[in-house]
């Protein structure tokens, strides 16, 4: 061998040599002389296995790392960063037999780290939740953060990984640990192009600034503590912010320590598991956002409605669904035309097609039961990033409530001069009245007999006492007689209305079958006004049923309903007539209203307005073709009525 091989070789051996120490094997020796070729041979041998062992690590921690991606796809569905870290600790705890490992994730707007902590030993598994400040000097863990770079902490005494109060969760757990290896968690990649994120916000920025570590000496220290919070807190603020959070190992005491091979290991595992939890943690962003937009959406007292350029539904929000009957489901992709009436439908047109928007327009909408549904109207253009319309926002307001209010204030206003009319001319009309029946009672007795204008006063006699009726109940609507409630049977009160009504009946071919359910109790009613009530229904039902009809009246103990604060009486008056048109179910207790020739519409507005006096309810059930239902609720409690 010339003397050229032969320094090519030495030097090759001493490289060999270098190499071993870098691996933390300088114990090993190495044959420097290459005329040995016994030590030569065994060093070359060595020197092999430490390459099989090498490669077979490198594919064992490629195949770990490649399971890690895979793990991550199921992390996506992760509820929450904690579940996310859990997830992740266990996984590295068992596929590479870290018997501690810790992975703190930064809560931006907590200002802290918030993590897991998994431990293994003795067969046994411990996950323990943690957080720790972000602001000051924490520990290894908050240093490894600010510091942008991997930490050794080979004294846990003198430099702890975390700065713990009393009773916190990590305090048994730390117990006994020895060494420890944080690596820094970021973004995979840079938010600017061609630039360090944390290094454009300037001054500012404490990322990598070792002024971190150690404060000046004397009462500067106070100031620079305070200025070091402050910019960390800016940081944590910036959008530019590239660190996620810490991963880390630990070594306890009596264990095998932490090596070289071990930061290797964890800077590649850091490399692998920050797109990993970045991936999850914008998962988790993104269905915050949309479960954000869903409840901004359904608490909108408008209803809302999003249509594509095509005119097809996009979206339907709750309160939508609520004044329109339909579901969003049944809806999406579906035509507008399907919800908006005619006018509708042009303004959303106009406001596609030419840019028209429509403001508070009052237009009727289609609900699903077919009716029609008063709205007042407003669009808006929705735009993608770069300003293009690609569809329109409708938003609409019920204006149902408004128009019963307008209506309801024009109805107290026709009753306030109604009231004022009554009490003006009553005077003057039942004076005159009394005057005619006095006249024309004088008449009868002078005629006698059965003469021939015998017919002719008897009608007059009876439009003297309609008339009568008339002045009568216009002083029941404007001047409501104040209540005198005693506790008394309500079937009393209702036999009285039947032997009132017993000549009305009859006329019609009517009868009436009634019954009392036995132990019911005695009711607080006022028995005048309220057989006045029974009256009206009675005459009604009579009126409305055919002849040869039959009314049905029971009297019954009833639960607490319709607004009943207790139990309650209920009477029920059912006729056989052809029941009350759907549309008229809701206006036939309001005044004036009536359906009946020569009606003067006031009978049931009285009726349900002494009822509501008593604490009671009055209301309705129809069956079209098979005849109504009236039900008089009374309540039990002796306060139930109002004066």
Not at 23 to 28: L, Y
Not at 164 to 188: E, F, I
Not at 385 to 390: A, Q, S
Not at 579 to 600: A, C, D, N, W, Y
Request: glycine share 8%.
């Amino acid at each position: 061998m010339d003397a050229a091989k032969r320094e090519a070789l030495s030097s090759l051996l001493r490289r060999i040599d270098d190499v071993r120490g870098l691996a933390g094997r300088p114990d090993a020796g190495v044959a420097l002389d290459p005329s040995d070729p016994d030590h030569l041979l065994a060093t070359l041998g060595e020197l092999v296995d430490e390459l099989e062992r090498s490669h077979r690590r490198l594919i064992e921690t490629n195949v770990q790392l490649v399971s890690l991606r895979e793990v991550a796809s199921s992390m996506v569905s992760a509820r929450d960063a904690a579940e996310t870290t859990r997830t992740v600790t266990r996984y590295l705890s068992h596929a590479f037999g870290f018997p501690d490992v810790l992975l703190a994730l930064a809560d931006r707007e907590r200002r802290a780290l918030a993590g897991t902590w998994t431990s293994r030993r003795n067969g046994r598994e411990q996950s323990v939740a943690f957080e720790v400040p972000l602001l000051g000097d924490g520990g290894a863990m908050v240093r490894a953060f600010w510091l942008n770079r991997t930490l050794w902490q080979r004294d846990v005494r003198r430099h702890p990984i975390a700065v713990l109060p009393d009773g916190h969760p990590l305090g048994d757990v730390l117990d006994g640990v020895v060494a420890a290896l944080c690596v820094p968690l970021q973004r995979s990649q840079s938010l600017v192009p061609g630039e360090d994120a944390h290094e454009l916000c300037g001054a500012r920025c404490i990322l990598g600034d070792t002024a971190i570590l150690v404060p000046p000496p004397g009462p500067a220290a106070d100031r620079w503590a305070y200025e070091r919070e402050e910019r960390q807190a800016c940081c944590l603020a910036c959008d530019l912010m590239p660190q996620l959070g810490v991963i880390g190992i630990a070594a306890h005491r009596g264990e095998r320590t932490i090596a070289n091979d071990d930061g290797l290991l964890l800077e590649s595992i850091a490399l692998s598991v920050a797109p990993v939890v970045e991936n999850a943690k914008l998962a988790q962003d993104l269905r915050r956002s949309e479960r954000f937009r869903e409840h901004v959406l359904d608490s909108m007292a408008s209803g809302l409605i999003v249509v594509d350029l095509q005119g097809r539904i996009l979206t339907f929000n709750h309160t939508a669904e609520q004044l329109l009957g339909w579901s969003e489901a049944t809806l999406l992709n579906r035509p507008m035309s399907e919800v908006l009436g005619e006018e509708a439908e042009r303004l959303v047109r106009g406001t596609l097609e030419h840019g028209r928007l429509a403001l508070r327009q009052e237009v009727t909408l289609r609900t699903e039961s077919g009716s029609r549904l008063p709205a007042s109207l407003t669009t808006s253009l929705l735009r993608h990033e770069g300003r293009n319309v690609y569809g329109t926002i409708i938003t609409f307001l019920d204006l149902t409530p408004l128009k019963r209010a307008e209506e309801q204030t024009r109805r107290l206003d026709r009753l306030a001069a109604l009231g004022r009319f009554t009490s003006s001319v009553a005077h003057e009309i039942r004076n005159p009245l009394t005057g005619i029946a006095a006249g024309v009672q004088y008449l009868s007795r002078a005629l006698g007999g059965d003469g021939p204008q015998r017919e002719n006063l008897q009608f007059i006699e009876n439009e003297i006492r309609r008339l009568d009726r008339i002045v009568q109940d216009l002083f029941d609507v404007t001047h409501p007689r104040k209540l005198q409630a005693r506790v008394l049977p309500l079937e009393d009160t209702l036999a009285r209305a039947l032997r009132c009504v017993e000549v009305a009946c009859a006329e019609r071919g009517v009868t009436v079958e009634s019954s009392v359910a036995p132990r019911t109790p005695p009711v607080p009613h006022d028995p005048d006004q309220l057989e006045q009530v029974f009256i009206n229904l009675l005459k009604n039902a009579a009126e409305a049923s055919p002849s040869g009809g039959v009314i049905r009246v029971s009297v019954q103990p009833a639960p607490a309903s319709g607004g009943l604060a207790g139990p309650a009486v209920s009477v029920r008056i059912c006729d056989q007539g052809p029941g009350i048109q759907p549309e008229h179910l809701k206006t036939v207790f309001e005044p004036f209203f009536t359906t009946k020739q020569g009606g003067s519409g006031l009978g049931l507005y009285i009726s349900h307005d002494i009822v509501k006096r008593h604490g009671g309810n009055l209301t309705v059930h129809n069956e079209p073709a098979r005849g109504a239902t009236f039900v008089v609720e009374l309540p039990l409690a002796p306060d139930g009525g109002q004066s």
